[in-house]
């Protein structure tokens, strides 16, 4: 069986208590899962404008998938 979907809740999960990650860790591990074709899910009932700031630059989250519940990249 092989991983198809990674699905994460950003608030106290994804994110410290300072709402920050770390960013390298992060982009090295997305860029292997992206190798593998393995999807990325953002779980939140924050605001997708609030979502797409926590990744400035890099842009990979596209339009929700569900009203203010999840944003597939």
């Given at each position: 069986m092989s991983i198809k979907l990674i699905a994460v809740?950003?608030?106290?999960?994804?994110?410290?208590?300072?709402?920050?990650?770390?960013r390298p860790r992060f982009l090295a591990q997305?860029?292997?899962?992206?190798?593998q074709n393995?999807?990325?899910v953002v779980?939140?009932?924050?605001?997708?404008?609030q979502l797409i700031s926590f990744f400035p630059g890099d842009?990979?989250?596209r339009s929700p998938s569900w009203r203010k519940t999840a944003a597939g990249w």
């Open positions: 809740d950003m608030d106290g999960t994804f994110l410290s208590d300072a709402k920050t990650y770390n997305y860029q292997r899962m992206r190798e393995i999807r990325f779980a939140s009932g924050n605001q997708y404008y842009r990979p989250i």
